[in-house]
């Protein structure tokens, strides 16, 4: 069906909010078929060597892509590409292959395609969108290696004129990161999610891109015109004059916005009446600590600890750990930093234990129950973050904690490794405690009592009290932080915080939605934490709101029956308060 007339629009998930208006182009990299061969005695060494100049190439390539990234101020994306260079590293793709092809004798080509299908078999057994999301980079390597075994295969991005719209099946990191943001107007993709490396280096990049888009209908012989709208994950082919005028207007305004903003960095996250919020980031890997100093972050609210499994997918030792951990408060420069202990278990496998068969793994044994199970991992861990933290603001958190008990058993755990080390629990480490789960939002005032500081991962606790798997994209549309249970179970414990003189953080995706902010400060969150790259546009909408305003707002909501009055009430104080946001305000 040929839609070469009309306007019409097609919907997928926004992953890079931002605009783009240019041509349709089809980006399709024929896999080309891989050569089986047999080698003669005396071709075997040169097989080797080959093999060893592609992987070589391929690190040599990437370096340049890191450098380039880093002058375009993607940091994120050079710590991804990080990661790619040590998977070149790993003897599973360097001796064991030489090996390999020594001692079958045959092509270099086949032999690196067979390690990658047994990654690919390990990878489709995790269940784990983030984890499985890994693979991706393992293809992109693949890709490059392969394309350097048989240089016929390579296709480069290079070719697509500059401001096209780029239609990709799927996208792999290093493509994205090749992309240049001058040349490609924005990319879109059959698959993809969030917490793709693609879609992180798309947003550090600041490419607009949509996922998940359905290419059923579209007709690629046909030279569209296509706007993309990535605050909205919209795409209109064919559009009228009239339409394409109102984006590039729109176009215009986001990046003023964005410029702007930049300049907040150094200002205070403090509200129209004087109110000071703490604004801190969260963090999976040690460089986006740059960034933190970068936008004036007042420090890491959530380091999610279990990414230091990667790339090498092994627990680290006791010392591996200090040394990383330390790394991570001297780049801080006195700054706060929460290090949450492993968010694993359930269907995130570990490496190197063998996980229980469960029925449902997200109410089965993660995280703190996790830790409990195998308490060696965990005062492992303890002892490493207890070092490191020696005389620096840092702290522990504990995730999905469900109930008092094994909160009290944690926080014995720690103080008895404490003594360890002849740390009194008066000079003992800050213990926070996630609120995830509703039975521990509900007994907030006994776990108030015992720790030093609550999180709120609303990213778990929309997931536990809706009963709506956040993975699934059947359900994407119920998963609703606005559902005015959730707001409820928040203005419950920061009541319960407050009573109990402690402070309470939101670390989940709604603090890094500026709609949101107004009605989170209104119930009483004292301390956001975002991603970095989101700290500018959060401290704009700080910036913007009244305290006063924020309370009669969530008095306002919580007396709310339904989400969409909640998300009325936010979005419409949003634009009253902050009109000029046009990547919010759509
Ligand atoms: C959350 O659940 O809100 C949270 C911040 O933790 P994660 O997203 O890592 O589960
Ligand atoms: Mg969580």
Redesign the pocket.
Same mark, same amino acid.
């Given at each position: 069906m040929a839609y070469d007339a009309q306007e019409f629009c097609l919907r997928g998930t926004p992953i890079c909010r931002g605009i783009a208006v240019g041509r349709l182009y089809f980006f399709d990299r024929k896999e080309g078929v891989v050569p089986d061969i047999t080698l003669s005695p005396h071709d075997v060494e040169k097989d080797v060597i080959r093999f060893r100049e592609a992987l070589n190439n391929s690190k040599r390539d990437i370096k340049h892509l890191q450098s380039q990234l880093e002058s375009e101020g993607a940091l994120e994306a050079v710590v991804i590409l990080d990661s790619q260079l040590i998977m070149l590293e790993d003897p599973l793709l360097t001796t064991n292959i030489e090996v390999t092809i020594r001692e079958t004798k045959k092509n270099a080509e086949s032999v690196f395609r067979a390690a990658i299908r047994k990654y690919q078999e390990k990878f489709d057994a995790i269940s784990d969108p983030f984890f499985r999301d890994r693979f991706k980079d393992i293809q992109d390597i693949s890709r490059r290696v392969m394309e350097y075994l048989n240089k016929g295969a390579r296709v480069s991005l290079h070719d697509i004129p500059p401001g096209s719209i780029v239609f990709a099946p799927d996208f792999t990191p290093s493509e994205m990161a090749e992309t240049k943001s001058i040349a490609v107007g924005a990319i879109v993709t059959e698959v993809g999610g969030t917490t793709s490396h693609t879609g992180i280096v798309a947003i550090a990049k600041g490419i607009p891109y949509v996922a998940n888009v359905s290419f059923e209908l579209i007709d690629f012989s046909q030279e569209y015109v296509v706007i993309v709208d990535g605050r909205k994950g919209e795409i209109i082919l064919n559009p009228t004059v009239k339409t394409i005028e109102k984006y590039e207007r729109l176009k215009i305004h986001l990046q003023s916005q964005m410029k702007g903003l930049e300049r907040l960095c150094t200002l205070s996250a403090e509200t129209i009446d004087g109110y000071q919020v703490r604004l801190s980031a =969260?963090i999976e890997m040690s460089h986006q600590i740059d960034l933190v100093h970068r936008y004036g972050g007042h420090g890491v609210g /959530?380091f999610?600890s279990e990414y230091i499994f990667f790339p090498k997918n092994v627990i680290p030792s006791e010392e591996e750990q200090y040394r990383i951990y330390k790394r991570i408060v001297d780049r801080m420069k006195g700054r706060s930093l929460v290090i949450r202990v492993f @968010?694993l278990g359930g269907d995130k496998a570990v490496p190197g234990y063998s996980m229980l068969k469960e029925g449902n793994p997200f109410l089965g044994c993660r995280a703190i129950r996790f830790l409990l199970r195998e308490k060696e991992i965990l005062k492992t861990q303890l002892r490493a973050v207890i070092r490191a933290g020696i005389g620096a603001p840092v702290s522990v958190l504990f995730?999905m904690v469900s109930t008092m008990t094994e909160f009290l058993e944690v926080k014995k755990i720690v103080r008895d490794t404490e003594e360890e080390f002849g740390i009194s629990p008066k000079k003992g480490i800050r213990i926070g405690c996630m609120i *995830?789960v509703p039975s521990a939002a509900i007994i907030a005032d006994h776990l108030a009592k015992e720790c030093d500081f609550l999180s709120i991962?609303? =990213? @778990? /606790?929309v997931q536990y009290s809706l009963a709506i798997d956040r993975g699934n994209q059947y359900m994407a549309s119920r998963y609703d932080p606005t559902n005015p249970s959730i707001l409820r179970l928040i203005k419950l414990i920061t009541s319960e915080g407050d009573q109990g003189q402690i402070p309470v953080t939101l670390?989940? *995706?709604i603090a890094a939605d500026p709609r949101f902010t107004m009605l989170l400060l209104g119930l009483g969150v004292q301390e956001l934490s975002v991603a970095p790259r989101y700290i500018p546009i959060i401290k704009h909408a700080i910036r913007n709101t009244s305290i006063l305003e924020a309370v009669d707002l969530a008095e306002r909501a919580l007396c709310s029956a339904t989400s969409q009055e909640v998300m009325d009430l936010i979005s419409g104080a949003y634009k009253r308060n902050v009109p000029e946001d046009y990547l919010y305000n759509c």
């Open positions: =969260n /959530l999610r @968010d995730p *995830e991962g609303t =990213n @778990d /606790l670390c989940g *995706e």
